[in-house]
C-alpha cells in the first residue's frame, strides 16, 4: 500500500455552457473572454483523487490549468473541493493552441507540479471537446495510460481501472506512474464547503508562463497549431415542424405520427 | 488526386469488422487510389476490407491482452519514420481510436482534426468539416505542414458500402519497443448484457433527460421503448447524474444516431445532445419549456409537462397492441 499518493488533476476551466457559444470572428476559434468556470467533465477527476488521497491515507491533489489573463476561478472550486494547489500556465501565447500545443504546456506544468503517482483528466473538455489529449500527455511524459475509466483502485505499485468499451467495460493494469482519463458521472463530486470555500482562497496558484516552462512560445498557440480553419459555414437546417401545446390531448398527435411512419 | 495513400484503422471483434471502420473505408475509397488498414486483427478481416476497397491488410502482431493505443500508433509512427507511411490515417472516433490518434500525433509532432463528418479537399490538402454549437455551423480544418494528416471521424457520417474488391494482401507492421508506455494489459472483460435494439442501430430511439425530474421516472422511457421496439436512451445530463449507464448517451460525448425516429423526453436540447441526434429522419419532442432548442429540430414538438404526456401515450399504445 503507498503510505502517500500524489494525484495530479488536470482542470480546465471554460466558459459557462449555458451561455451560447461564439467564434472570434478573427481567428474562428472559441471565444474565452467571458468569466470562466470549472468543467463539470474535470469535477469527476477531482472527486476521484482525493478519494485515492484518502484511502492512501497521505499525499496531495494539486491540480494543473491553463486559461487566458490568469483566470483562477474554476480552480478556486476544485481548490475548494479539497485539492491543495494548483499549476495555472496563463500566457498570451497560448491563445488558437490546439490540443497537441494544450497537452505539450500541460505535459512541462504537471513536471512542474512535482512527482506524480497517477494524472487524472477528463476524457474531454466540454467546450472543445477533441478527446485526445489524455493520450497525448501520457505519451509526451512517457508514461502507461488507460482512459474512460469508470472506477481507480491502487494496489501497492499497481493502477487497475475498469474502464468502459462498446459492450461493458474491461479490468485494465499497469504500473504507477499512469495518465487515467475519468468518464463523467462515475462519482459524485462533493459540493465545496463553506469552511473549504473560505480555505481555497489561500491556497497557493503558480502562476507560470509558457517560458517558464522552458517551451518555445512559436511551438504553441496560433503558430505552433499546424492546422488552420479554412471555411466557416452554417450546416444545413433542419425544416422547422409543428409545435403544439398540450392540451391534454397531445399525446394523441404522437400516436398519429407514429401511425404514420408505420411505427405502430 | 494529390492524396494518394490512406490509412484506415480497422477494428474488429471476434473477426467481425467494426461498421464504422466500414463507414470511413467507403470515404476513404473516394478520396484516395491506395487504400489499406491497420489492424490488431489480421488475415482474417482480409476479405471483409477488401469487399470495402481496402487493398492490404497491414497487421500488427503482439497485441493481445494489451490496451492497443500505444502498440498501433508506435507501429504507425516506425512506418512513416521508415519512409512507408501514408498521406493520411482516418479512425473512428471510438476508445481505440481516440487512444491511437493522440499517442500517433505526440510520436509525429503532428496534430489531429478531430470530430469529422465529413472529409474534402482544400488547396491540395485533405480536410475535416467539424459541425459545432450543436450541428448549426460548420468548420472545416486543413493542415497547414506535409506531415501525415490524423483525423477522428465521427461515426455515421458515411454510409458503408461494398465495392466489390477482392480479399486484401495481408502485411506484418511491427511495433518498435514501446518502455513503459506499452505496460497497460487487459486482464479481464465484462460483458453486460443489454436486451432489446442497440442503441446505434435501433429504428426507434426513445431518450429521457433531466425534465423526467428523478431518476425513477425513467421508467417511463424504458416503457415506452419497450412498446416501439425501440432502444431507450439519455442526455449527458441525467447520464451524470447517475440515473442510467453511460452507454445510454446520446450526444456529442456519448453515441451518434441516425433512427428512423427519434423521440425525446424532457430534454431541452444542448448542443452537446443536438450533434448526436440531428441526423433522425424523424424527431419528436416532448418538453414543458417552449423556447427549448429540441423544438428547433423536431418534425413535432409537444409543449407539456412529460409526466402527463408519456403515461397518456404508453397507455394509448397499450390499448392498440
Given at each position: 500500500m503507498l503510505l502517500l499518493m500524489n494525484v495530479v488533476v488536470c482542470v480546465k476551466q471554460i466558459p459557462d455552457p449555458a451561455d451560447p457559444g461564439a467564434l472570434d470572428p478573427q481567428t474562428n476559434t472559441l471565444k474565452r473572454d467571458g468569466k470562466l468556470i470549472l468543467d463539470e467533465s474535470d469535477s469527476y477527476g477531482v472527486e476521484m483523487a482525493l478519494q485515492l488521497v484518502d484511502t492512501a491515507g497521505g499525499g496531495e491533489v494539486t491540480l494543473v490549468s491553463m486559461a487566458p489573463n490568469g483566470e483562477v476561478s474554476g480552480l478556486r472550486t476544485a481548490l475548494a473541493m479539497g485539492a491543495a494547489k494548483a499549476v495555472l500556465v496563463s500566457d498570451p501565447a497560448l491563445a488558437g493552441s490546439d490540443a497537441l500545443g494544450t497537452s505539450k504546456v500541460l505535459a512541462k506544468a504537471i513536471q512542474r507540479a512535482g512527482e506524480a503517482d497517477l494524472i487524472l483528466t477528463a476524457t474531454e473538455s466540454s467546450d472543445g471537446y477533441t478527446g485526445v489529449v489524455p493520450e497525448q500527455i501520457a505519451e509526451l511524459l512517457q508514461l502507461p495510460s488507460i482512459t474512460f475509466a469508470k472506477e481507480i483502485t491502487i494496489e501497492g505499485n499497481t493502477l487497475k481501472v475498469q474502464r468502459q468499451t462498446e459492450a461493458g467495460y474491461d479490468e485494465v493494469e499497469s504500473p504507477l506512474p499512469a495518465v487515467v482519463s475519468v468518464t463523467a458521472g462515475v462519482v459524485e463530486p462533493r459540493y465545496p464547503s463553506f469552511k473549504g470555500i473560505m480555505a481555497a482562497k489561500s491556497k497557493p496558484v503558480d502562476q507560470v508562463t509558457v517560458a517558464d516552462l522552458g517551451i518555445d512560445p512559436s511551438a504553441v498557440g496560433w503558430a505552433g497549431g499546424g492546422q488552420e480553419i479554412v471555411e466557416v459555414a452554417q450546416a444545413e437546417a433542419r425544416a422547422g415542424g409543428t409545435i403544439v401545446e398540450d392540451d391534454g390531448e397531445g399525446f394523441q398527435k404522437i400516436v398519429d405520427l407514429l401511425a404514420e411512419l408505420k411505427v405502430i | 488526386m494529390t492524396v494518394s495513400k490512406i490509412w484506415v484503422l480497422a477494428e474488429a471483434t471476434d473477426g467481425k469488422v467494426a461498421t464504422t471502420t466500414l463507414e470511413i473505408l467507403a470515404k476513404a475509397r473516394e478520396l484516395a487510389d491506395t487504400v489499406e488498414v491497420v489492424t490488431a486483427s489480421g488475415a482474417e478481416i482480409a476479405a471483409e476490407v477488401g469487399a470495402h476497397g481496402a487493398t492490404k491488410v497491414l497487421a500488427v502482431g503482439g497485441t493481445e491482452g494489451k490496451l492497443l493505443g500505444a502498440p498501433l500508433a508506435g507501429a504507425i509512427a516506425a512506418a512513416i519514420a521508415a519512409g512507408n507511411g501514408p498521406d493520411a490515417v482516418l479512425m473512428a472516433t471510438s476508445y481505440t481510436g481516440r487512444d491511437v490518434a493522440g499517442r500517433l500525433s505526440v510520436k509525429i509532432d503532428a496534430p489531429v482534426i478531430t470530430n469529422v463528418v465529413d472529409l474534402v479537399e482544400r488547396d491540395g490538402r485533405l480536410a475535416g468539416v467539424e459541425p459545432i454549437f450543436g450541428g448549426v455551423t460548420d468548420v472545416i480544418t486543413k493542415f497547414t505542414t506535409d506531415k501525415v494528416g490524423i483525423f477522428l471521424v465521427r461515426p455515421k457520417s458515411f454510409a458503408a458500402e461494398e465495392s466489390g474488391g477482392a480479399a486484401a494482401s495481408v502485411e506484418e507492421l511491427s511495433v518498435p519497443d514501446l518502455g513503459a508506455t506499452g505496460t497497460a494489459v487487459v486482464t479481464s472483460r465484462f460483458v453486460e448484457e443489454k436486451t432489446g435494439p442497440s442503441l446505434d442501430e435501433a429504428a426507434v430511439v426513445v431518450s429521457g433527460g433531466r425534465g423526467l425530474g428523478e431518476k425513477d421516472n425513467y421508467q417511463l422511457v424504458e416503457d415506452l421503448a419497450k412498446l416501439l421496439q425501440a432502444a431507450p436512451g439519455a442526455s449527458r445530463a441525467i447520464v451524470d447524474a447517475g440515473w442510467v449507464p453511460y452507454s445510454y448517451q446520446v450526444g456529442q460525448t456519448g453515441k451518434v444516431v441516425k433512427p428512423t425516429l427519434y423521440i425525446a423526453a424532457g430534454i431541452s436540447g444542448a448542443t452537446q445532445h443536438l450533434v448526436g441526434m440531428k441526423g433522425s429522419k424523424n424527431i419528436i419532442a416532448i418538453n414543458?419549456?417552449?423556447?427549448?432548442?429540441?423544438f428547433a429540430v423536431s418534425d413535432l414538438g409537444i409543449v407539456g409537462d412529460v409526466h402527463k404526456v408519456l403515461p397518456k401515450l404508453i397507455e394509448a399504445l397499450q390499448a392498440r397492441s
Open positions: - | 414543458k419549456d417552449a423556447e427549448a432548442p429540441i
